[in-house]
């Protein structure tokens, strides 16, 4: 959301949903601690598509950054594996740094 500043000077423009310019999908708002992977990265891009799917965003946090999120498939596979086994909300256990 931005700020209510920004708000008073633009009333109504940040009333709606933004939508992708090619695709005309609402857009998500990931976080400003987001760190786009390479345009040819398909594998990184897909683990991202998971992450964003399961409500995963890249907001700061106090402390620095988002905290852990997983960059390969199989580190989500091993979270999915963990979530399923412990009835763990899946986004939750995409977090995790390390599983027991």
């Known amino acids: 959301m931005s700020s209510p500043t ?5 009333p109504g423009y940040y009333d709606h949903d933004r939508v992708c310019p090619r695709c005309a999908e609402p857009l998500i708002h990931v976080g400003s601690a987001f ?3 390479k345009r040819r ?3 990184a891009w897909r683990t991202l598509s998971v992450l964003l799917h399961a409500g995963v965003r890249f907001h700061k946090s106090c402390c620095g950054g988002p905290g852990y999120r997983p960059r390969t498939l199989s580190e989500v596979r091993e979270r999915m594996a963990y979530a399923r086994a412990t009835g763990e909300p899946f986004a ?3 977090v995790r740094r390390d599983l027991p």
């Open 6 to 10: 920004l708000q008073r000077l633009y």
């Open 92 to 94: 939750q256990a995409l």
């Open 41 to 43: 990265d398909t594998a």
């Open 35 to 37: 760190a786009a992977p």
